[in-house]
């Protein structure tokens, strides 16, 4: 049984990837029309770390989010009109409070708090059934495939 709920997990997991995969290389394609490559990069990172609720993974990953707060959620606020992205940003963000909830035994607000966040940043789409494993990987790898 634990081995099954590990590998449903490991699927889902997948799926948030992908779409992460897929964002990043919309993101950077945009952006790589205004900024230079590098900054680019970043600044795709940042936006992405901040529609999922995560911290950067590195240093220059933290300092370039303080410095550059407002440009990441002047570039989110142009999100808000494409579908597709906020369709899969909250899909696997709904994924992600999902497999958090079934880790964490306290069951307290915690896997909830990156929706509000989505919420507030006006890319939620609200209501509609969570994904499953498989529709949540066809979509993302429609996503992915489509960036």
């Not at 945009?30 to 936006?47: G, M």
């Not at 919420?119 to 059934?129: A, F, H, N, S, Y």
Request: net charge neutral; glycine share 4%.
């Amino acid at each position: 049984m634990l081995g099954r709920k590990r590998k449903l997990i490991k699927k889902m997991l997948s799926g948030v990837n992908l779409v992460k995969m897929g964002l990043y290389v919309r993101l950077k394609s945009n952006l790589t029309q205004e900024y230079d490559e590098d900054f680019s990069e970043f600044l795709a990172a940042a936006i992405i770390n901040e529609l999922f609720s995560e911290t950067p993974s590195n240093p220059e990953g933290i300092e370039f989010l303080s410095s550059n707060k407002e440009l990441v959620h002047q570039e989110i606020d142009k999100l808000k009109h494409d579908e597709k992205i906020r369709n899969a940003v909250t899909q696997a963000v709904r994924v992600k409070a999902i497999i958090l909830l079934a880790n964490n035994q306290d069951h307290s607000s915690s896997h909830v708090q990156p929706l509000e966040k989505l919420k507030d940043l006006g890319i939620l789409i609200p209501g509609g059934e969570p994904p499953t494993p498989e529709t949540l990987l066809a979509m993302a790898r429609d996503f992915s495939n489509q960036a």
